[in-house]
């Protein structure tokens, strides 16, 4: 059982693709913050520079004629790490240069002021991905402070903020590793204690459960919890309970049924020897043998006749149908002289069903069927009454319509018509019905009450011709 759990993969493993989709998961959502976050630091990089720059720059503004010496240009240059610092004014003045001695080419020009953040995020891009270009320098102007207002415009290798930029993105990196493994440990962790144990859980018992439903060492115990599991639980071990039961009962009743087979089956044998003893007595001539013999006959045909019916009901085999083609009408003819109906004036049975009507049926099974029900039909009527047989072809089957003229089955046995034992009445067994309908279905036919009311009552059977 626990082999049939460990053959799952790593891959297949609940667990461990819950902590791979957390990593992917948070990793994304690192992504998507780090597109604007990378942006911004390139435009907050680039301010500070304006910043740096505007500072410098004042040192102009105390120098005479706005002119400083070379040396403090270059100082002032290397410092803030800039190829040139230039101040424009609104107002037409001259404007304020700082600037290298070298010659030098710039490469592009920005305006940081109101770039939309789309331009933004692209230019940020641009400087990482072209990260490796030599003296690559980025003109960019931005507000001037101080009272006169103006723009500043600077000169810088792309260089600085590229590795600015790089380091940062690093950290992002790094940081994003960590959160992400540590967001899918707390995740993992709490999803196998939450979900995927319980479910192993679960899933062991089952296995177990199904390979051994009667032992009760493996018996599952619900842990105490309210959730969906705990109630996936709660109905798990119930239905084991449920089951558990049923199994023992079935196994108990099957036991049961064996014994009784076996000693319906011995007073059988023992019956058919008292049986021979009771015919012989109704032959003696003595008045009071001639007034009890008859009572003594009909006592053991009941008998075994309940013999015989549970021996078939009970019978865990399904019995094989001898399937043969033969004369309907002349079966039904067959019940009425067992049924000694011939010689009897008061009960009538007529047999409507064509002459010439051939069935291919078991023989034997169908006699059984058709007695049975005129039986309960003659029993019902008692003293004087008429018994009806009508077969209709129709469509490649046959219905059967048997009905009698008696006051109808009583409300309390009609509810259990066709069960088992429950019905018998009369010294009878109440398993005639229900081998009855046993047999019908058997042929793939249908057994059923039509109609039951004080006129009288039908049975109704349907069978395929199958000729
Ligand atoms: N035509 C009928 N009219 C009135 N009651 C009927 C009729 N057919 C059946 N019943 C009632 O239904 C009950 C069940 O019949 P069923 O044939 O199943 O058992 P049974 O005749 O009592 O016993 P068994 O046939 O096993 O000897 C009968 O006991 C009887 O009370
Ligand atoms: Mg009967």
Redesign the pocket.
């Known amino acids: 059982m626990a082999g049939i759990l460990k053959k799952l993969s790593i891959k297949e493993s609940l667990s461990a693709r819950l902590l791979l989709f957390t990593i992917c998961f948070v990793l994304i959502a690192e992504v998507l913050i780090y597109v604007p976050s990378i942006a911004n630091f390139r435009e907050n990089w680039i301010e500070q520079k304006i910043a740096e720059a505007n500072i410098a720059i004042l040192v102009l503004e105390a120098a005479p004629d706005y002119i400083v010496s070379r040396m403090l240009t270059d100082e002032l240059l290397i410092s803030t790490e800039n190829y040139s610092i230039m101040r424009r004014f609104d107002d037409g003045m001259d404007p304020q240069v700082l600037r290298a001695m070298e010659p030098y080419n710039v490469s592009a020009r920005f305006d940081i002021r109101n770039v939309p953040w789309t331009e933004s995020v692209r230019d940020a891009f641009e400087t990482l991905i072209f990260m490796n270009r030599e003296n690559y320098l980025m003109e960019v102007t931005g507000n001037a402070s101080g009272e006169y207002g103006g723009e500043i415009v600077v000169v810088f290798d792309e260089i600085l903020l590229c590795h600015d930029m790089l380091i940062y993105s690093r950290n992002i990196v790094l940081l994003t590793i960590v959160i992400s493994l540590f967001t899918a440990m707390l995740v993992y962790y709490s999803l196998s204690n939450l979900l995927v144990r319980p479910v192993q859980k679960i899933t062991d018992n089952m296995i177990a459960f199904r390979h051994a439903p009667e032992d009760l060492t493996k018996k599952f115990i619900p842990e105490d919890r309210e959730d969906e599991i705990g109630l996936v639980m709660q109905e798990l071990a119930r239905m084991q309970d449920d089951v558990r039961k049923a199994l023992n009962q079935k196994d108990h009743l099957a036991k049961l049924g064996g014994a009784i087979s076996n000693i319906n089956h011995d007073l059988r044998n023992m019956l058919s020897s008292a049986q021979l003893v009771s015919d012989h007595l109704s032959t003696i001539d003595d008045p009071v043998v001639q007034q009890l013999a008859p009572r003594f006959v009909k006592a053991i045909d009941?008998a075994i006749?309940?013999c015989e019916?549970t021996l078939q009901y009970g019978g865990s085999e399904v019995e094989e149908l001898n399937v043969k083609t033969f004369n309907l009408h002349n079966l039904v003819d067959d019940v009425t002289t067992s049924l000694g109906l011939y010689e009897n004036e008061n009960i009538k049975l007529q047999n409507n069903i064509a002459t010439e009507q051939k069935i291919k049926a078991d023989n034997d099974q169908l006699f059984r069927v058709l007695m049975?029900?005129c039986?309960?039909?003659v029993?019902?009527?008692g003293e004087t009454g008429n018994i009806t047989i009508n077969g209709i072809v129709e469509n490649s089957q046959i219905t059967v319509d048997?009905s009698?003229d008696?006051?109808?089955?009583?409300e309390k046995?009609?509810e259990n018509?066709?069960q088992?034992f429950k019905?018998?009445?009369?010294?009878?067994?109440?398993?005639?019905?229900?081998?009855?309908k046993e047999i019908i279905t058997a042929h793939g036919g249908t057994l059923d009450l039509l109609k039951?009311d004080a006129s009288?009552?039908t049975?109704r059977i349907i069978l395929p011709l199958n000729n």
């Open positions: 009941r006749r309940l019916n049975n029900i039986r309960n039909a029993q019902a009527i048997i009698d008696a006051l109808g089955i009583p046995i009609k018509l066709f088992p019905t018998g009445s009369r010294g009878g067994t109440g398993l005639g019905l229900a081998i009855s039951s009288g009552t049975f």
